[in-house]
């Protein structure tokens, strides 16, 4: 029994995980092979298109652990079974057919991810649900690491340079996208559920107004349908779980894009201390004159 790396680095490549003895990584890189997707890795290099990344996801401290925890960064790491299985169980227990059609256009509210459609016995659509995928991304590159691996078959350092842009990807694209394709679906009376990792929905609860996020509920048009990562000890993997339903609709989206709570906005001096802060840094305020300031505010 292998035990998974949880420094900061690469968690799984190709769908693969890294352990300290896997040596056939090198084998999974060079063929480019997306488990999730059955077919070769959409995700290129900027700087080399016709290399695919292939970094499913990243170890990283997070806002519901103290500890390391694989952070899915790429969309198609979800395309799991369970996935499709949960939305099922969750969503579609009373049809009898599913189908699934992807990137299907919204009008003004972009294309979505998938549309799950179960049809009559003339073949007409009766019923569908829309399924967005939201995964995280990095600020900073984890590549290096896979070149690492390339050149030496592991990692060559325990920790590399980059972060999770929990911001861009939750509290702005993923919300602007929940309102945009969210006033679209309240005003049909349906629902959309967008795919979230547990780590994601950690973050929105500790940077944004959540206090329209229930768990699940009939009566709102915009579930958020969270999974989480564990390790299977027994095939020496990682494996995606679901975990919970969360809902809301429009209003609870707009108190998110808000931001923090009002008991958590700064106040104005406390504003003005910043000023004075990012000032002295930038070396338009001398820090001097206000050194005595900052420290009675501190």
Known sequence: ?????????????????????????????????????????????KSEPHIKVGICSVNHSCHISEDY????????????????ETIRHQYLSAWNNIGWISEVNLGSGGNVDYVAITKNEQGNITDFLCVEIQAAGTTGSPYPAVLDIIQHGQYAQDSYNFGINWANQYSKTMMQQAYKK???????????????????????????????LFSSRDDMAIDFCAFKIAWDAHNNRWKLLFDRVYSTDVEGINKMLGGAVVDEY??????????????????????KAYAKFLWTED
């Not at 629902?191 to 609860?205: P, R, S, T």
Request: aromatic letters at 8%; hydrophobic letters at 35%.
């Open 182 to 212: 969210g006033k679209i679906i309240s005003h049909w009376k349906r629902k959309i559920v967008f795919v979230i990792q547990d780590v994601g929905i950690g973050y929105l609860k500790t940077a944004c107004d959540t206090s329209r």
């Open 266 to 287: 700064l106040t104005e001096e406390e504003f003005i201390v910043n000023i004075i802060r990012k000032g002295i840094a930038d070396k338009i305020l001398d820090g």
């Open 69 to 84: 925890l694989p952070v899915i960064v790429c969309p198609q790491r979800f395309k799991e079974d369970v996935m499709f």
């Open 1 to 45: 029994m292998q035990q998974p790396v949880l420094n900061k680095v690469p968690s799984e490549i190709f769908g693969h995980p890294y352990l300290p003895d896997n040596c056939n990584l090198q084998n999974e890189i060079r063929q480019q092979y997306c488990p999730y997707l059955k077919e070769t890795c959409t995700k290129p290099r």
